[in-house]
């Protein structure tokens, strides 16, 4: 299938620090790319979906200005943690769908621990 | 917006024994339905999905079962072995949307 990579794996910060996490499709072009969010042993909680060339669609509940999605190639979209504090620790997973192999499936990245002391 | 729930949160079983998860959905409009299994630490990965239009799918010792009208689908896993042992997610999602929702997961943990 196709792959999702990451990066980076982990990342330390400060509180008031903001992070940038990247999502890369590496064989093939993503024009849509989503990110989750998921807590210790619960479920993916769709935060966003990241559309290349134009803007982020957010769920409901999820500040814009928190989490800034840029969708800027058919290959690449980053999410910036602005102005994290403790509460934005989590695990971040990214997902892409190939247009190609298929509609439906979607491929996920290896996903991003962050800890923000 | 779509709703899924999924039962059990925890599940374990001996060894070779069955081990069944179901979900149910809200939206009508869902029609395709894929199963994750994640381990700790990594990525989902899909194991099998179900489109609205057939009632069983089977891949060696998983199966998914949809009944459309009711609105949920099942995930059937036999010949249960340790290494069956993960988080296992199932999802639904329209076919003129893109989003996916998934359930909130169950542990399985299978006992050698």
């Known amino acids: 299938g196709a792959v999702v990579s990451q990066h980076p794996s982990r990342v330390i910060c400060k509180s008031g620090t903001s992070v940038k996490i990247e999502c890369r499709s590496l064989?093939?072009?993503?024009?849509?790319m989503f990110w989750y969010r998921q807590f210790p042993k619960k479920s993916l909680m769709l935060m966003a979906t990241s559309n290349e060339g134009s803007k982020a669609t957010y769920e409901q509940g999820v500040e814009k200005d928190k989490f800034l999605i840029n969708h800027a190639s058919l290959t690449l979209s980053t999410l910036t943690v602005t102005s994290a504090h403790p509460e934005d620790s989590s695990f971040y997973i990214c997902s892409a769908r190939d247009p190609l192999t298929g509609v439906n499936e979607q491929f996920f990245g290896p996903g991003t621990r962050l800890t923000v002391l | 917006g779509e709703n899924v729930e999924q039962h059990p949160s925890t599940l374990s079983v001996q060894e070779g024994d069955s081990a069944v998860i179901k979900c149910t959905y809200s939206d009508s409009a869902s029609n395709y339905f894929p199963w994750y299994k994640q381990e700790l630490g990594k990525r989902p990965q899909l194991i099998i999905d179900i489109r609205s239009n057939v009632g069983e799918k089977k891949d060696q010792r998983i199966a998914v079962t949809l009944n459309k009208t009711a609105k949920h689908f099942s995930l059937h896993i036999t010949e249960t072995q340790p290494e069956d042992s993960a988080v296992y997610f199932c999802a639904a999602k329209a076919y003129n949307f893109n989003k996916f929702y998934f359930g909130s997961g169950t542990k399985l943990n299978v006992k050698p």
């Open positions: 064989d093939f072009q993503a024009t849509t």
